[in-house]
């Protein structure tokens, strides 16, 4: 499975944005931080506020800003906003081409291999419903406790 790298840009995105609450980021200033293509990384952006992770705030102090409190936005909140939300393995139902194979027979149910594959997908989405931005936060601020100052004066003196 490949994930689209918007994820990753969406999550440290949604990471800075928590610490600075109640201020609204541009595209440009979230972009310039990683140097990404702004662009690109609005994309990401808009499709986190049509999930209603992000708010977009219009005007001169407009931006982007968290939605809900980062305790209620999970890491597969995110994937889904940006990759979607169908899943990565899709069975073919291959089986019913291959010899002996019963053509009423619902191979997606049947099938050791389409088996094996979603339970691997409900595990991996399980993960990923079970940790929160905050967490996520609480782990960065617990290693790297001049991450939320650093990013807050980051955002402060950069200009535009």
Sequence with gaps: MKMNEGVEWAMHSCVNLSWVPGEAVTAKR??????LPTAYLNKQLQALTRAGIL???????????????PRNISLLDIVVAIDGADDSFRCAEILKDGPGADPH????KTCLVSQAMRAAEL????ELASQSIADIVA???????AAPDNTRNWFANLKS
């Design 30 to 35: 979230l972009a310039a931080f990683y140097d």
């Design 123 to 126: 595990n991996y989405r399980r």
């Design 105 to 108: 027979a619902d191979y997606r």
């Design 139 to 145: 782990r960065v601020e617990e290693q790297f406790p």
């Design 55 to 69: 708010s977009s705030v219009s005007g001169p102090k407009g931006g982007f800003q968290l939605a809900r409190d």
